[in-house]
């Protein structure tokens, strides 16, 4: 992630076991063949399947910057489920970057901690400790995120292209637009990459291993 401001199935097998004489034998397996054509079958055996219940991936190739919709706002660290609105997203991204922005703030490790997903974010926020500038505390209410577009959603990966404007608590001009790729870790969302561009190699940060924290 990078601040822009503070951070670069074997089918069933059946055996018939003859007993007795061998014409005894004869017969039986006669009358056994002859039942078995005759009687009536019921080939409606279910066969137990376990579908994954996952969304598949999509790419939305137009920005979206409609903002109204009827859905209800999850936030951030509310489960697995899948991000489906632009509000929703921004939602979820507005708590991430506060979560970041008060964490450098306070130099707080343990706070950027919980909305980092590997050490090279962890690692950028700790480099911000040294030089970032604020003219205010930062607040959630003051973090403004407009243009979203939803590049990628799926229960386990959420990929924004989005503005966001702290001049508020960084001082005027404090405004971006980036890419943020958020991975799901037990129900919570974190920032795992940041790009410039929609079309940039961000698809593989949703399915790469990432690094643990140290």
């Not at 660290?77 to 964490?103: C, H, K, M, S, Y």
């Not at 090279?120 to 604020?134: C, H, P, V, W």
């Not at 003219?135 to 939803?150: F, G, K, L, M, Y």
Request: aromatic share 10%; glycine share 6%; charged share 20%.
């Amino acid at each position: 992630m990078a601040d822009p401001f503070t951070k670069p199935s074997a089918p069933p097998r059946f055996e018939i076991e003859m007993f007795g004489r061998w014409i005894t034998g004869l017969i039986v397996v006669a009358l056994a063949i002859g039942v078995w054509v005759l009687w009536p079958r019921d080939d409606t055996n279910p066969t137990t399947t376990t579908t994954a219940v996952q969304a598949a991936p999509t790419t939305t190739t137009a920005p979206t910057t409609t903002t109204s919709d009827t859905t209800t706002t999850t936030g951030a660290n509310q489960g697995p489920e899948i991000i489906e609105t632009v509000t929703e997203a921004e939602e979820v991204l507005r708590d991430l970057w506060f979560g970041w922005f008060e964490g450098i703030y306070n130099q707080d490790e343990d706070r950027i901690k919980e909305v980092v997903a590997s050490q090279s974010q962890l690692d950028a926020a700790m480099t911000a400790f040294e030089f970032a500038t604020f003219v205010a505390a930062p607040t959630r209410a003051a973090i403004e995120i407009s243009r979203s577009e939803i590049l990628h959603t799926d229960a386990n990966c959420l990929v924004v292209f989005s503005t966001i404007d702290v001049s508020e608590f960084r001082g005027e001009g404090a405004t971006s637009r980036s890419v943020e790729v958020l991975r799901n870790f037990g129900g919570e969302w974190k920032f795992a990459a940041s790009w410039t561009h929609p079309n940039d190699l961000w698809e593989q940060d949703c399915t790469a291993q990432l690094e643990p924290l140290s």
